[in-house]
Nanobody, 123 residues
Framework: QVQLVESGGGLVQAGDSLRLSCAAS????????MGWFRQGPGLEREFVAA????????YYADSVKDRFAISRDIAKKMVYLQMNSLKPEDTAVYYC????????????????WGQGTQVTVSS
């Protein structure tokens, strides 16, 4: 079993930065990729970024690839999402997830989810 706990969300102004953290636990967590997804008001949950524990393969959604950076600390079992130049359209609940073995961008591939952390960007 894998447990995920996100932190670091908050209310910021457009142009500001935030760093989200995801603490992962469980013996098998290193088998999975780690992804960040988000769900805005009235929207479906969408892919943001993903990273593999081994090798550090990274993918980004086009909407964030020049502004966000995903990273991981293997020893601490932590995954981070550095978000820069935030925009009001980045407002969403951000979820950390473990899974994505075959397709790191596919939400349906992820088996374990955190509770989410709210990010609100005011204009």
């Amino acid at each position: 079993q894998v447990q995920l706990v996100e932190s670091g969300g908050g209310l910021v102004q457009a142009g500001d930065s935030l760093r989200l953290s995801c603490a992962a636990s469980g013996r098998t967590v290193s088998r999975f990729a780690m992804g960040w997804f988000r769900q805005g008001p009235g929207l479906e949950r969408e892919f943001v970024a993903a990273i593999s524990w081994i090798g550090g393969t990274i993918y980004y959604a086009d909407s964030v690839k020049d502004r966000f950076a995903i990273s991981r600390d293997i020893a601490k079992k932590m995954v981070y999402l550095q978000m820069n130049s935030l925009k009001p359209e980045d407002t969403a609940v951000y979820y950390c997830a473990a899974g994505g073995v075959w397709n790191m961008r596919d939400r349906s591939e992820y088996d374990f989810w955190g509770q989410g952390t709210q990010v609100t960007v005011s204009s």
